[in-house]
């Protein structure tokens, strides 16, 4: 059974709602939502729209490593005594 826009519109609003009432709030990442809207309109189906979103999320997993990481001393620097 097919679902109209309409009813996914219905649907993720509900979600939003709900989720945001739990104070949870859905994620409001632009890319995503453009995702949400191609949902909504029928181009993707949930589980391209899923496929994104674990995507995304290991996206924002690598840069966060990645920063921490460049914060983090090198050896030689953590080893080095401090002269002053």
């Known amino acids: 059974m097919a679902i109209d826009s309409d009813r996914r519109r219905m649907i993720f609003d509900q979600v939003r709602t709900k989720a945001m009432s ?6 409001d990442d632009p890319e995503l939502l453009a995702w949400v809207e191609l949902w909504i309109s029928g181009e993707y189906d949930m589980s391209e729209l899923r496929s994104r979103y674990n995507d995304l999320a290991i996206r924002r997993t690598q840069r966060s490593k990645s920063a921490a990481g460049a914060l983090e001393p090198v050896a030689s620097e953590a080893t080095t005594p401090d002269t002053d």
Not at 22 to 27: A, C, E
């Open 22 to 27: 739990r104070g949870t709030p859905i994620d």
